[in-house]
């Protein structure tokens, strides 16, 4: 009896401690870069495209998630279907380096492990994420880049393409413009918390319009554009990769919340308007957190995003200025 009452209290305030399923069942969020935009640069046809592709991946994961699916296979679908999209700069709609060819990196991380895989600079896999995931699964490796990653991806039942798969007139023409004047643009990414509660992300990119050969981006580098941990967040970034390589911008929100107990819209909002936004670090992240929490932030004018969770809290949007969830 002298036990019961302490024990009592024990449950009570274990009771009060928010669970991981408390908010919400699943969440997911996803985007197709960020820079900046303004609304003069487009027409409202072209808005409603970026819209139209966002809203289809989106809905994509959220019939997966709410069919009960991992976030590891939700963040890899959402992604494959952001790549097969033209208007997006990650698989077929991907830029081209300074000397005109395509050099694709993704990775993907799944937050229950810290287990990652990553491909960078490849020419003729159709779905880069795919062959993240399969550096991952099947490999010891982490980061497989150029041939090697095509020859590891072929071998394990990958599907490879002529590299005139990923000419689009809209990136060609681009890259002659950039030739002229520096210019980047956007990539794709996809963060989920599933039914269990566990975390992925998901990042993949044509990297930088215009950037030398050989060069590789943030999107790759676990850590930096990408970054999935259970006890924590899952983070996709977007922007200058220069800089999220630098600042380790995805772990480092992370960090700040294992280390400081910050709330995941502080730690994202200190590391992406923080430091991030003091250099050129101009763009932005998406990330969920254990709780199914959901985080859109920026520091530039726009960034393609759709979010959704368990509760029908969904939207897409393009430019800063309209609501976030
Ligand atoms: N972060 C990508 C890279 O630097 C580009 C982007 O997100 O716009 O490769």
């Given at each position: 009896m002298k036990y019961l009452l302490p024990l009592l209290f024990v449950a009570f305030l274990m009771s009060c401690q928010p669970s991981n399923q408390a908010s919400t069942e699943w969440s997911i969020a996803l985007h197709g870069g960020a820079g900046n935009m303004n609304r003069n640069g487009f027409t409202q046809e072209q808005i409603e495209q970026y819209e139209e592709g966002l809203q289809i991946a989106l809905d994509k994961g959220k019939k997966a998630l709410s069919e009960g699916q991992s976030s590891l296979d939700v963040v890899e679908l959402v992604v494959r279907e952001l790549e097969n999209n033209p208007l997006f700069n990650a698989g077929k709609g991907a830029v081209f380096t300074n000397d005109g060819r395509n050099e694709l990196d993704a990775a993907i991380m799944d937050g229950r492990d810290l287990n990652a895989g990553a491909v960078a600079g490849v020419g003729d896999i159709k779905n880069p994420i795919s062959a993240a995931r399969l550096v991952m699964e099947q490999s010891p490796h982490v980061?497989?880049?150029?041939?090697?990653?095509?020859?590891?991806?072929?071998?394990?039942?990958?599907?490879?393409?002529?590299?005139?798969?990923?000419?689009?007139?809209?990136?060609?023409?681009?890259?002659?413009?950039?030739?002229?004047?520096?210019?980047?643009?956007?990539?794709?990414?996809?963060v989920a918390m599933d039914k269990n509660g566990d975390l992925a992300a998901a990042t993949s990119t044509g990297g930088m319009?215009?950037?030398?050969?050989?060069?590789?981006?943030?999107?790759?580098?676990?850590?930096a554009g990408t970054y999935a941990n259970n006890?924590?967040?899952?983070?996709?970034?977007?922007?200058?990769?220069?800089?999220?390589?630098?600042?380790?911008?995805?772990?480092?929100?992370?960090?700040?919340?294992?280390?400081?107990?910050?709330?995941?819209?502080?730690?994202?909002?200190?590391?992406?308007n923080g430091k991030l936004s003091n250099e050129a670090g101009n763009g932005g992240v998406i990330a969920v957190d254990k709780m199914g929490n959901i985080s859109l932030e920026m520091n530039s004018t726009g960034m393609f995003r759709g979010w959704a969770n368990s509760n029908g809290v969904e939207g897409v949007a393009i430019f800063r200025d309209e609501i976030n969830q």
């Open positions: 980061l497989l880049i150029g041939k090697g990653a095509s020859k590891y991806s072929a071998e394990n039942g990958i599907e490879l393409v002529d590299s005139s798969y990923f000419y689009t007139d809209k990136r060609w023409h681009s890259l002659q413009r950039a030739l002229q004047r520096a210019g980047k643009n956007g990539t794709v990414g996809c319009n215009n950037k030398r050969y050989g060069r590789v981006g943030d999107v790759p580098i676990i850590g006890n924590t967040c899952a983070v996709s970034a977007t922007g200058h990769g220069e800089y999220y390589i630098r600042y380790t911008v995805a772990h480092d929100i992370s960090a700040l919340m294992e280390y400081k107990g910050l709330s995941l819209k502080e730690a994202a909002n200190a590391v992406v």
